[in-house]
């Protein structure tokens, strides 16, 4: 069976969307995810566009990857200028990524339009660059921006931009829907008319604007497109790209086609509610395969009927893509639910151990106060330490208190922390300043416990979210904050919820703190 490669540009097209922005550390985290999500090409930005970019094509070269290739994005040459003196391609060139991408003009009126140039010389930009990447990257992909309104105007002029990245020798063409507006039969089409002109490889880029995006792509595919296009939750300029949380699971369930194995497939929830995290959203509940309504029954008729017959109200099997069924209303939801934890945190429950219950009502518990542990797996693994009763107190907190003091108008608050701490017998009592009231906390809790645990100076505090949870509540809402931390070694996220921000901040402290002596105390004993 040939393999569908999957293409992901959330790092890339995803951020281009409203409100959502990436630092250079997120997007190494999410690279790292879509790995090990069985993603085959990982868009990590456009290096002739912004310092971020450079940075993180720097800084990726710097991680070990399973198997995905990083792949960095750029335009054709500018006319007038040779692919050698034109600084974008040069950059691309210098990412010294494992591929390139990039666009070029198919719609006639764009040439015209945006590059105002002949349309011969379109194509001498389109072959040029090609051929230039091409005898320097290991592989170069052409994106046909605009392509489907494209032929729609001038097929015979659409055709011979394809053609001329043909001659380039380009890995794959990318037909894009860039204006997300061509509707599925118009899809079908086309693509026929494009394998009767071109024998390269073919691939597709879809976005959402006329709400057709997932089903354009798995339509493409059915014509015979052999890479597919698109970012973590369909995230996107305007109302986004083409949803790979969605395409995949209809390429392997449905279609039964090779994409990503049975095991990377079950982490699709979990890589889905990781990006949502890092861009500081709140998960669509209502999302097709991964959201949390996707698989819920809401009492009566459905609820008998899933408990004896899932598929009688479920299209397959949630536990596939890493969700589970959802019983909201009835006796049976407290029960579906403990179990449905219970598989998710691998406890067994046939032991009828009424403190595993327990245990699992208190999980329960903190997500509906606003806990959620993707993009927090220290916190998590501290979470089943203590529930296992493995987790080691390194130190007891007897109290703390922060100060923001503004003198006078024109100048910064300055904050002060003071905290007392118990270490074995012995009390620690420090202050330290920080900029703003979350640093000079932290800065006091590394204070007062390094001479004690020395190995807390290779820690740095690397990001720091901060999410008012819905409620209604105005300033007295509930907030969430996520931080991550990192030594020499890797990155660990925690986080905490509380009313109150400090408080919440420093839940999130102490276990970024807790998680990293439990993994020098593990590695020593390994030793």
Sequence with gaps: MSLIKLYDTTLRDGTQAEDISFLVEDKIRIAHKLD?????????????????????????KKERLSHAKISAFGSTRRAKITPDKDDNIKKLVQSEADAVAIFGKSWD?????????????????????????????????????????????NPEYAIKTLKAAEQAGTDCIILCDTNGGTMPYEMVEIIKKVKQAVSTPLGIH???????????SIIAVEQGIVQVQGTINGFGERCGNANLCS???????????????DEQLRQMRALSRFVYELANLAPNKHQAYVGNSAFAHKGGVHVSAIQRHPETYEHMRPELVGNTTRVLVSDLSGRANILAKASEFNINLDSKDPVTLEILENIKSMENRGYQFEGAEASFELLMKRALGTHRKFFSLIGFRVIDEKRHEDESPISEAT??????????????????PVNALDNALRKALEKFYPKLKDVKLHDYKVRVLPAGQGTASSIRVL??????????????????VIEAS??????????????EEEGAAAK
């Design 109 to 153: 009126f764009q040439v015209h339009e945006a590059l105002r140039i002949p349309l011969e010389e379109n194509l001498e930009l389109i072959y040029d660059s090609l051929a230039y990447l091409k005898a320097r990257m290991p592989e170069v992909f052409y994106d046909a921006e605009h392509f489907f309104d494209g032929y729609k105007a």
């Design 419 to 436: 905290v007392k701490l118990k270490v074995g017998g012995k009390i620690e009592h420090t202050a330290a300043e920080g900029s703003g």
């Design 247 to 261: 395409i995949i699971p209809a390429l392997k369930v449905k279609m039964g086609l090779n994409c990503v194995t």
């Design 506 to 519: 420093y839940q999130a402290l102490i276990d970024s703190i807790e998680y990293k002596l439990h993994k």
């Design 36 to 60: 090990e999500s069985g993603i085959h090409y990982i868009e990590g930005g456009w290096p002739g566009s912004n310092p971020k970019d450079v940075a993180f094509f720097k800084d990726i």
């Design 206 to 216: 879809t976005h959402n604007d006329g709400d057709c995006a997932v089903a354009n």
């Design 483 to 500: 931080v991550e931390s990192g030594d020499k070694e890797g990155r660990w996220g925690t986080v905490g919820v509380s009313s109150n």
